[in-house]
């Protein structure tokens, strides 16, 4: 992107109002969640459903080049399962549009106390409303374990759902600072989706957690109004119960990253050099590692004003 092109990022009056103040800045580097206050508007929040339900109609602004090896694609093939569909920000310019608010992305730098946030991946969910189907839960996991490939232990997701969210629709449920505990015994299927993991040794590996770090496991779940959004650290433990509501629970959760994040090699312990699916599409740095500040995929959500421009 060059510079006569780069987005000048400013907030209202009305909208500085809705960052987060210094304590609660203090709340979420102690607790690792935050509840924001109303982000978007009643109609920005409906314009998100439209814009969803015409991508699972199959729209489409652009598509990947090439699909990565462990891409969320939810198709109407698969059924009345829980829908996970990545990249939207990339593929639809409709929720590419509502997503890429600088307000989101100035409250994420004030929490990360970072001057840029840039996308680092985003992903459509919708629970169907089916008490009894198993791929409705979502295990306990933190999201920094698979993204093992980058340097970065400071990225955050914002959880953004389309409508009221509490309990009865399963939402996102926080494990209450465990950001700050120290990590017992790794493996490589930590760097695997939860969706391709045993629920069973993802409950074994929080409670294992909690114990070497003589802490409680003080579970959270985050009653979001429409329009507000929950933010969690990329180390805090979270998960959710099943959809028991007769509405469907639709959201985004939008993973962000600091300014400073860029890739690291990872290898696992078979020697094999971990991916993750931003490797085999964004753009390459001249030392030849995948560019996690690629404008088409990692775009620029927030930069400080008083941050100097870098040419991109
Ligand atoms: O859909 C959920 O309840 C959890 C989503 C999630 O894991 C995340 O936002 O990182
Ligand atoms: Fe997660």
């Known amino acids: 992107m060059s510079l006569s ?5 400013t907030l209202t009056e009305e909208e500085q109002s809705l960052l987060p103040s210094d304590s609660d800045v203090a709340f979420y580097a102690e607790h690792g969640w935050y509840l924001t206050k109303k982000l978007f508007s009643d ?10 339900e015409r991508y699972y109609a199959g729209q489409r602004d652009r598509k990947l080049p090439v699909r990565p090896p462990r891409l969320a694609s939810w198709d109407p093939s698969k059924g009345d399962v829980q829908r996970h569909n990545d990249y939207v920000h990339y593929e639809h310019d409709g929720l590419a549009r509502l997503l890429r608010k600088p307000l989101i992305g100035a409250v994420a730098a004030a929490l990360a106390r970072t001057d840029e946030i840039r996308v680092f991946q985003s992903t459509l969910i919708y629970k169907p409303p089916i008490a009894a189907e198993p791929t409705n839960v979502v295990p ?3 999201d920094k374990h698979y993204w093992s490939t980058s340097t970065s232990d400071n990225m955050l997701t914002a959880f953004i759902p389309f409508h009221d969210c509490g309990e009865e629709m399963g939402t996102i449920t926080m494990v209450d600072g465990s950001h ?5 015994g790794r493996d490589d299927s930590m760097t695997r989706h939860f969706a391709d993991r045993d629920s069973g040794d993802l409950e074994r590996m929080l409670a294992g957690n909690a114990a070497y770090n003589d802490a409680e496991v003080v579970k959270v779940p985050m009653i979001i109004p429409k329009g507000h959004m929950s933010f969690h650290h990329c180390r805090t433990y979270h998960g959710s119960l099943t959809n028991r509501s007769p509405r469907p629970r639709r959201a985004v959760s939008f993973h962000l990253q600091d300014g400073a994040n860029a890739y690291r090699r990872f290898v696992l312990s078979t020697g094999e050099v971990l991916a993750y699916n931003h490797d085999v599409l964004v753009r390459r740095l001249p030392d030849g590692r995948p560019d996690y ?4 995929f990692c775009p620029v ?3 400080s004003p008083a941050t100097p421009l870098q040419e991109d």
């Open 5 to 9: 092109v780069t987005p000048t990022f």
């Open 301 to 303: 959500l927030w930069r």
């Open 140 to 142: 306990w996991h933190f």
């Open 293 to 296: 500040s690629d404008p088409d």
């Open 43 to 52: 109609s920005e929040v409906d314009e998100l459903i439209a814009a969803s």
């Open 180 to 184: 700050r505990w120290r990590e017992t």
